[in-house]
């Protein structure tokens, strides 16, 4: 039996131990990692969906949770779509009937209309016509006095170039194509355009000024943030490090600032797409082409479709657009990349065809195929 003496005793009592948060820390704790342990052994509780891009035994694969794929794009679901007229022999075109039609002037005028609704639709459902045509109110729409139809009309070009020339990349598995709605999704600006922005720390010199600044363009982390201009606009060599341990570095050699930025620029293509490093790369040989599966092929041109869309349509714009919409560092016109067009999704608004019902917008030719809409159902 111990015996304590009686001022231990008597000082306890006045000084009692509070022990509720004590207690519920540890029961917290507790409760933390008897989950922890029913997860690492039952497994992910959630169910998912997994995508094989590679052989088995690699970790080449892309989860997705199954709650994610029934909810799908919201976006999708607002996609307007028409069957085009098929044209009769000896119809009046569009560049007959109206003045200063420069890009879709072969359609005939139910088309022509059909596809200027459309547009309407994607681009401006509020303001409707007047958006681009200054004298909509009138009945009047040959004068460019508003910005908006100069651009309008070169992104009609973008389209169908990138729909004609860069087919192997927009419907590399299944025919998908792009339409204005495709970035716009009913906005007159899409969501997802960029602006350069470096220097991002003016304050500093070297290459802390291009990052430790979380921004949404190093997608909130400290990687650096000037990855799209300098691979997109200025097409610096995407790189990561020489394969040798402690060799001499030489001229052209990738330094760590590289590898940095390669790694920033591969983050936005993953959350761009909604998918993992493996869709595109074997994880155990990120360097070895030999390994990557066919998705790499397919994003690789897609960097170059971007590279050839930013130089010939949207930089050029650089001097139509008001002071309001362009870039507030350097003055800059908006610019796109990945995430412009898929949004999160491996393929744009899940893969939906977009493009069937407008082969105006698949053309750069000027003259478009309507044989699909000439089939006569069986009866």
């Known amino acids: 039996m111990t015996i304590r003496p009686k001022w231990y005793d008597q000082w306890n009592k006045d000084n009692p131990t509070g022990l509720k948060g004590l207690v519920i820390l540890l029961g917290t704790t507790g409760a933390a990692i008897f989950a922890a342990i029913l997860v690492i052994g039952l497994g992910q509780p959630f169910p998912t969906h997994s995508m094989q891009t590679g052989p088995r035994g690699t970790a080449m694969y892309v989860p997705e949770f199954a709650a994610d794929l029934r909810t ?39 088309n022509f209309n ?52 860069w087919d192997i990349h927009v419907n590399a598995n ?40 979380v921004t949404m363009t190093s997608n909130f982390t400290s990687l650096p943030s000037d990855y799209l201009e300098t691979y997109l606009l200025d097409y610096e ?29 591969m983050n936005y293509i993953s959350n761009s797409l909604g998918v993992n490093c493996t869709f595109c790369h074997n994880s155990r040989a990120f360097y070895d082409g030999a390994q990557v599966t066919p998705q790499w092929s397919t994003a ?45 999704y491996q393929r744009p608004m899940e893969g939906l065809n977009v493009i069937q019902n407008w082969p105006e917008l698949a053309s750069t030719s000027g003259e478009y195929d309507y044989s699909a809409f000439n089939e006569v159902a069986p009866e």
């Open 72 to 110: 799908g794009d919201p976006t999708v679901a607002d996609y307007y779509t028409d069957e085009p007229f098929v044209p009769e022999p000896g119809e009046d075109l569009a560049g007959d009937i109206y003045e200063n039609v420069q890009v879709l002037g072969g359609l005939t005028d139910a």
């Open 174 to 213: 299944t025919q998908i194509g792009v339409t204005c709605y495709t970035c716009h999704r009913g906005r007159n600006v899409p969501n997802n355009i960029w602006f350069r922005i470096s220097p991002v720390n003016e304050a500093m010199a070297g290459w802390s000024a291009n990052q430790n600044r």
């Open 114 to 165: 059909r596809l200027m609704n459309a547009m309407t639709l994607w681009v401006a459902p509020d303001q409707g016509c007047a958006y681009c045509h200054a004298g909509a109110a009138e009945g009047e729409y040959a004068s460019d006095d508003l910005y908006t139809k100069i651009v309008a009309r070169s992104m009609l070009q973008m389209t169908q170039n990138i729909n004609q020339n």
């Open 300 to 344: 690789s041109l897609g960097i170059q479709m971007v590279q050839e869309l930013n130089e010939v349509y949207l930089i050029p714009l650089g001097d139509v657009y008001p002071p309001k919409r362009l870039g507030p560092v350097h003055a800059d016109p908006p610019l796109v990349a990945c995430r412009t067009c898929h949004q999160g």
């Open 237 to 265: 060599r995407i790189s990561v490090h020489d394969l040798e341990p402690r060799v001499q570095n030489l001229p052209g050699d990738p330094l760590i600032q590289q590898a940095e930025r390669t790694y920033a620029f």
